[in-house]
Structure formats: structure tokens, C-alpha cells
């Protein structure tokens, strides 16, 4: 059976371990990034907080690869070491809070800019702020304490850290995915990356509300032990991706909604009928033709489908659903 000392010190090479599996993506995506030029294009503080999460996540990775180092080699054995403080801990949990604030500032503003409420909005932003806020105390109190076993007072803030944090994460994603849903248009190529936002918005919260209820059950029910830092270590690196993949899945996304191929006379029929209502037959609706041509035939003759009945009861709200939100640029998809 193994020592508590194998145990504890195991813990924290696991955790390391997972971070540095992590910070490898983190890498990937960020030379991706870099070498992109669609990256001109964004706005200074955006590439900002690219900068600033990659220099975090580098310099946390270092700190957590001194503190494995300290306690298997400068405390070989030494189970009391365990018992103090570090100041590994109180840095690890203002790095993460400080991470999650920047990856969250940027997805709230695509929140914003795919319309929704300014009550939902105002509502993430302070969520946001005050899980940062809660975390910073969270860091500095347990470098307070300096100690495991006076940890308990610390555990209240703990809990309001993590839990903001967490819904902070999951308002995000669920007011993503009803703005995208808001945003279907009935046309199969538009549709099709919708799809793919909504996909790409339920990983943003459910992978970092993940990590961050590990870390809130682990430390509140196992406090004594370092299973917590199985899911402290790597969190940070959970928003640096999700960040950059948004960023870097822009160009793919919109390469796929520009894609052209063979046009069956059957999808232009089925295409052509969606978002019809009774309203169709009545009124001074906004109507918009294309006559697509197929060749049929040996003598070249041409079989025409009109599709002006396809009709849009407000042009304005048409114009808003068909605005999505790529990352921070809105492409316009006409039918």
C-alpha cells in the first residue's frame, strides 16, 4: 500500500501532468493563431488577452513544475511539508480566477453582440467579476492561513468562487446556444453552422464548469489531501483553449457556410419552402428571386425553377437572425 507521502506527492504529479498535456493544445493553438492572418483582423485588446493568457499559462506551468520539484526532491519524505502552505496554492487560484475573468470577457461580448437581453448580459458580467473577485480572496486567504489544517474559514470562499465561476460558464453557453437557435433561417448551408456554433458553444461551459466543480467537491470533501490540485492545475489551461479554439475555428466555419457544390432539384424545392408561414399567400411581404437553371436533355434545353415564393415577413428581422457571430466577426449569409 502506498505512503500518504507517495499519495499526496502523486496527486500533484498527476495534476501537473494533465496541465502539461494541456498546455501543449495551448501551444498548438496559439502558433495557429499567430501564423493566421485572419488574427490582423482582431481588435487590440482581443489580441491582448491572447498575449496575456499565454504568458500566464506558461509562467503558471513553471510554477506548478517548481512545485512538484519541491516537495519529490527538496521535501523528499518529508510528510509535514505538507501540512504548510505553499505559496504554489495562493498563486494557482489567483492564476486561475485571473484566466477564467479574460476568457470570459471575450465570450460575454460575443453574447452581446449576438443581441441578447441587456439584463443577461449585465447579469454574466457580474458573475464573471465576482468570481474573480472571490477567487483573489480565496488565494490571498489561504496564503493567510499558511496552513492545511486552518483551512476551514476558507472553505466558504471556496464555494462562492467556483460557483460563480461555474455559472458564470454555463449563462455563457446557454445564452449562446438560445441566440444561435434564434438565428436558424431554414436554409441548409446557414443552418449547418449554426449547428456547429452551438456544438462549439456547449464545450466552452461544460468542460471548465467540469474542472471547476472537481476542484470545489475535491477541496470541500477531501480537504486534508491534494486531489483538489488534479483539477486546480490544468483549469486555467481549460479557458486559454476554449478561447483560441473559438478564435481559431472562425476561418473553418466560415470556408464551410461559403462552400458551393451540386444542387439537386430537390434541395432547391425543400430549401426553397422553408420558413413559410400562412402569412405566404397575403400582405406586402419582401420576396427575392433566383431562377436556377439545370441542363436537361440531348439538345441542351434548359428546365428552369423559380424560386421567388420564398418569402420574408420582415426584412429587418430577417437581416438580424442571419447575422452569427464567428468568434468576434459577424458574417452575413445571404440565401
Request: charged share 15%; with cysteine; aromatic share 12%.
Amino acid at each position: 500500500m502506498a505512503s500518504d507521502t507517495a499519495l499526496l506527492v502523486g496527486l500533484d504529479l498527476i495534476g501537473v501532468l494533465i496541465n502539461t498535456l494541456l498546455y501543449g493544445f495551448v501551444l498548438g493553438q496559439f502558433l495557429t493563431y499567430f501564423n493566421n492572418t485572419t488574427r490582423a483582423k482582431d481588435t487590440y485588446w482581443i489580441r491582448g488577452i491572447v498575449w496575456g493568457l499565454f504568458f500566464l499559462d506558461t509562467l503558471h506551468s513553471a510554477v506548478e513544475f517548481y512545485a512538484v520539484w519541491d516537495v519529490s526532491v527538496n521535501h523528499f519524505g518529508d510528510l509535514a511539508s505538507f501540512a504548510i502552505v505553499s505559496w504554489v496554492i495562493p498563486f494557482t487560484a489567483t492564476a486561475d480566477a485571473f484566466a477564467a475573468l479574460m476568457t470570459q470577457t471575450f465570450l460575454i461580448y460575443r453574447v452581446y453582440m449576438l443581441k441578447m437581453h441587456p439584463v443577461i448580459v449585465a447579469f454574466l458580467i457580474i458573475t464573471s467579476v465576482l468570481s474573480f473577485a472571490f477567487g483573489c480572496t480565496a488565494g490571498i486567504y489561504s496564503g493567510v492561513l499558511g496552513r492545511v489544517d486552518k483551512f476551514a474559514p476558507l472553505t466558504k470562499w471556496v464555494i462562492l468562487w467556483l460557483t460563480f465561476q461555474s455559472a458564470a460558464d454555463l449563462g455563457i453557453s446557454i445564452s449562446l446556444i438560445i441566440s444561435l437557435l434564434r438565428s436558424r433561417t431554414g436554409f441548409r448551408k446557414t443552418d449547418t453552422m449554426i449547428n456547429r456554433l452551438i456544438i462549439g458553444a456547449i464545450e466552452t461551459g461544460v468542460f471548465a464548469a467540469a474542472f471547476a466543480m472537481g476542484d470545489l467537491f475535491s477541496f470541500t470533501f477531501f480537504q486534508t489531501s491534494n486531489l483538489y490540485l488534479l483539477f486546480a492545475f490544468p483549469i486555467g489551461r481549460i479557458y486559454t483553449n476554449t478561447l483560441l479554439h473559438v478564435l481559431n475555428s472562425r476561418d473553418s466555419i466560415r470556408n464551410a457556410s461559403q462552400t458551393t457544390g451540386p444542387i439537386s432539384l430537390s434541395e432547391v424545392l425543400t430549401d426553397n419552402n422553408r420558413g413559410q408561414g400562412p402569412q405566404h399567400h397575403g400582405g406586402h411581404s419582401n420576396k427575392q428571386s433566383q431562377n436556377i437553371s439545370f441542363p436537361y436533355g440531348k439538345e441542351g434545353s434548359d428546365v428552369e425553377v423559380d424560386t421567388t415564393s420564398h418569402t420574408r415577413e420582415d426584412s429587418a428581422d430577417y437581416k438580424s437572425k442571419s447575422q452569427i457571430m464567428v468568434g468576434v466577426e459577424q458574417t452575413v449569409h445571404v440565401s
